[in-house]
């Protein structure tokens, strides 16, 4: 991921430099390079996990909520999808609606840290895998934050408006029908 970042971001330069893009062009270069920047990062997030989960599968203690993210994670890669295709298909309407959706996974992080605060308190000896299970929470939580990055330059792309540090209300106010 890292490389392929880097690479992409080396191309995007260059056209920049040779072509001198103007207006939606330009905003299609400048959204690529951040687009990428947050692809990396959910890459990064992404071997988090794997990290963690190799440690959870390797202590196998039989914990039985270690499954507890898997409907976090299929929320989290759904919206991602939905951000990429959004991004594919320039759909202003849909990425602002993936948007919205972070909120849900917010919300579903929160209640299962709660959760597993409360198996450490019954389970102490179980404290260090927990941890790791809120560690895989946490960096799906994260790979949401991301998707919503993405859905951002959707917007500024087709748009061609930063926002970047708008709340969703001022958002959907500004570009849903």
């Known amino acids: 991921m890292n490389e392929l970042e880097v690479e992409i971001s080396a191309l995007c330069t260059d056209i920049l430099a040779r072509r001198q893009p103007a207006a939606s062009d330009l905003r299609m270069v400048?959204?690529?390079i951040r687009i990428i920047a947050n692809l990396e990062r959910i890459g990064d997030e992404?071997?988090?996990i794997g990290r963690l989960a190799l440690k959870l599968a390797d202590n196998n203690d039989g914990m039985p909520f270690q499954a507890e993210p898997q409907h976090l994670g299929d929320s989290t890669i759904a919206m991602l999808r939905?951000?990429?295709?959004a991004f594919a298909r320039l759909d202003v309407q849909a990425a602002i609606a993936l948007a919205a959706r972070d909120q849900d996974i917010d919300k579903e992080f929160k209640l299962l840290t709660r959760l597993l605060i409360s198996h450490m308190m019954e389970q102490p000896q179980r404290v260090k895998s927990m941890l790791r299970v809120n560690g895989c929470a946490r960096a799906l939580e994260r790979v949401g934050d991301h998707s919503v990055n993405l859905c951002e330059e959707v917007v500024y792309l087709v748009e061609?408006?930063?926002?970047r540090h708008l709340r969703l209300e001022e958002i959907q106010r500004r570009y849903l029908l």
């Open 30 to 32: 400048v959204a690529v």
């Open 46 to 48: 992404a071997a988090k």
């Open 82 to 85: 939905g951000a990429l295709d």
């Open 160 to 163: 061609g408006s930063d926002v």
